[in-house]
């Protein structure tokens, strides 16, 4: 009973994916046509959405850098790309996003024992900066097509939760920015001291005042990520020609802006069945069927997965040198108390 307990959020999110899969399939002949476009897809076009979206990994672990260095954290980019693509791995394969930053924060904080409050921050606030590039995108799309992404009920109930979600989103950035002055004006320093890990609550208070003091390099990832997004965006619509899907690469891009912020949501398996629904609606406002959206939908997913496997080939590799000890995990210990971590690869530390 208590296993089933601590697994209801992933039960139910397994159950979510599999009931949205079941009814999207029921009908046999819509089955069938949706694997008749994967069976006549042009792989070309695969190929260069494929090719683009290896570009958002490689600008992806850049924009990782930049707020390393914020924090005083010098990791070459031939340490850090093999630990993002490891967490890209892990993100497709372990239900979601949350266990890449898991094992991202993981090993980063292996390498960087000495600031490893800042270092596994710095995963968690490229998601966030990340999130809010895609959220730009959607933002203007929907600012400038309003009128086209909510002419239907579904889609129009789609949206509204999309600029509930970014609302939500902006107010937790700028609340999280702002708590080290209201953590030094409000006494809630005095609190922290009776807490465990009070050490650590005030490195993670410090790493978020970097973050708050380097507005320039703020933008600077900010951009990044409306970069990388739009390569994303570049690369569904590859998917699209792929199977002569009729549409804009602008409709691709205002459509896969929204969906890609409301799959964000922990609500289903990786958006697995969640993801295909949305697409379903938004492009049947283009009169496209839902066997060749559902197509549309998972191959872009697709592509994913597969660089998800390749990032499995650089775990795999430095899985081989891992000793049997265990990890020490972000937060159990201060910064300063650290002297050195056993589990992780050696060759991704900094010795």
């Excluded at 490195?203 to 900010?222: G, H, T, W």
């Amino acid at each position: 009973m208590g296993f089933l307990r601590k697994q209801l959020g992933l039960i139910l999110r397994i159950l979510f994916s599999g009931l949205l899969l079941s009814f999207l399939v029921h009908n046999k002949e819509n089955l069938y046509k949706c694997g008749g476009y994967f069976q006549h897809a042009r792989p070309g076009w695969l190929l260069a959405g494929f090719v683009l979206l290896g570009m958002t990994m490689v600008l992806g672990t850049y924009r990782w850098r930049i707020l390393l260095h914020i924090q005083g954290i010098d990791l070459s980019y031939s340490k850090l790309f093999p630990m993002n693509m490891i967490g890209q791995f892990f993100s497709t394969f372990l239900l979601g996003v949350t266990g890449g930053d898991v094992m991202k924060i993981y090993y980063v904080t292996y390498a960087t024992p000495e600031k490893r409050s800042a270092a596994g921050l710095s995963v968690i606030y490229d998601r966030i900066l990340g999130l809010l590039g895609i959220m730009v995108w959607g933002l203007c799309f929907t600012a400038t097509r309003y009128s086209f992404l909510t002419s239907s009920p579904n889609t129009r109930r789609c949206v509204l939760a999309f600029l509930l979600i970014c609302a939500a989103a902006v107010g937790g950035i700028v609340f999280a920015l702002c708590l080290p002055w209201i953590r030094r004006n409000s006494g809630l320093w005095k609190l922290e001291q009776k807490l465990p890990f009070h050490r650590t609550l005030e490195n993670l208070s410090d790493a978020f005042e970097r973050y708050a003091k380097s507005p320039l390099q703020n933008l600077i990832v900010l951009g990044i990520s409306v970069f990388i997004h739009g390569c994303l965006f570049l690369a569904m619509y590859m998917v699209a020609r792929a199977i002569d899907l009729p549409a804009s690469f602008l409709k691709v891009a205002a459509i896969t802006s929204i969906v890609n912020v409301l799959i964000a949501v922990p609500i289903s398996i990786s958006g697995l069945g969640f993801r295909e629904q949305l697409y379903v609606f938004f492009l049947a406002l283009i009169n496209i069927s839902a066997p060749q959206a559902m197509a549309f939908s998972l191959m872009g997913w697709g592509l994913n997965v597969v660089w998800g496997l390749l990032g499995g080939c650089f775990f795999m590799r430095y899985k081989k040198h891992a000793p049997s000890s265990s990890p020490v995990l972000v937060g159990q210990e201060s910064d300063s108390d650290i002297k050195a971590v056993s589990w992780p690869p050696h060759s991704i530390s900094d010795s």
